[in-house]
């Protein structure tokens, strides 16, 4: 005899507890699970707050970073990234920096963020020579990391977005480098609020990250650049 198929809906239904003993633990397993996810953003947002400075604020260092945010289809700077060189700029200008490292995805032959950058820069007024580039700053972790160990940068402003700028700091803090953080001018756009809501899981990655210091994707040997526009600037 053919027992009759149970229907779909409720095959995917999930089984709540019957009991209110059960409920109880469903609710606090849930509430938990909340504490848990809120605990990297939490330890990201703690780690930048005392550091945070406007252009006119920022401590006068030796070299300011860049992350890349992407490109246009057209090879331009995004609106964020124009943002962040614009802010790097004014740093540079007002004697703030007297080096900028751009660092950002070059991972094909036709995608480089820090040229685009440099290029950027150096049409507003900073020097070619003062530009050092980072082709493999895949993501931040790997910038703060290459920035450190292949730059030999201990100290730095970095410039991104409100929405970054905090892990960024954090993430700089962790791999070693005297980190303080510009926010540069936001655009409300969509990419602006997926940004901002990418960062609520993007504190996990950072965590971990902080927590294990993995090796960045591409590490390879240490660079003199940064020395070399150093020595150039003084």
């Excluded at 003993?21 to 606090?28: C, K, M, Y």
């Amino acid at each position: 005899m053919r027992l009759p198929r149970p229907h779909l809906s409720a095959v995917l239904r999930p089984r709540l507890p019957r009991t209110r003993a059960g409920q109880r633990r469903t609710v606090q397993a849930l509430m938990l699970l909340c504490v848990l996810a809120l605990i990297p953003a939490t330890w990201v947002f703690t780690a930048a707050d005392d550091r945070l400075r406007t252009t006119t604020e920022a401590p006068r260092t030796d070299v300011a970073v860049v992350f890349g945010a992407g490109l246009l289809w057209n090879g331009e700077p995004s609106i964020f990234l124009a943002n962040r060189l614009d802010a790097a700029a004014e740093l540079y200008r007002e004697g703030r920096v007297k080096v900028v490292l751009v660092t950002g995805d070059n991972s094909s032959h036709h995608y480089n963020e820090p040229h685009t950058m440099r290029h950027y820069l150096i049409d507003r007024g900073v020097p070619h020579a003062h530009i050092v580039s980072d082709y493999a700053g895949f993501d931040t972790w790997d910038s703060c990391v290459r920035a450190k160990k292949i730059f030999g940068v201990d100290r730095a402003i970095l410039v991104s977005q409100g929405f970054h700028i905090r892990r960024a700091v954090a993430l700089c803090q962790g791999a070693g480098v005297d980190s303080y953080g510009v926010s540069a001018a936001d655009h409300h756009d969509a990419i602006y609020y997926y940004g901002a809501t990418r960062e609520l899981f993007a504190a996990s990655k950072a965590a971990l990250d902080a927590a294990f210091e993995p090796d960045p994707q591409f590490l390879g040997p240490k660079e003199p650049g940064v020395a070399r526009a150093l020595a150039d600037a003084r």
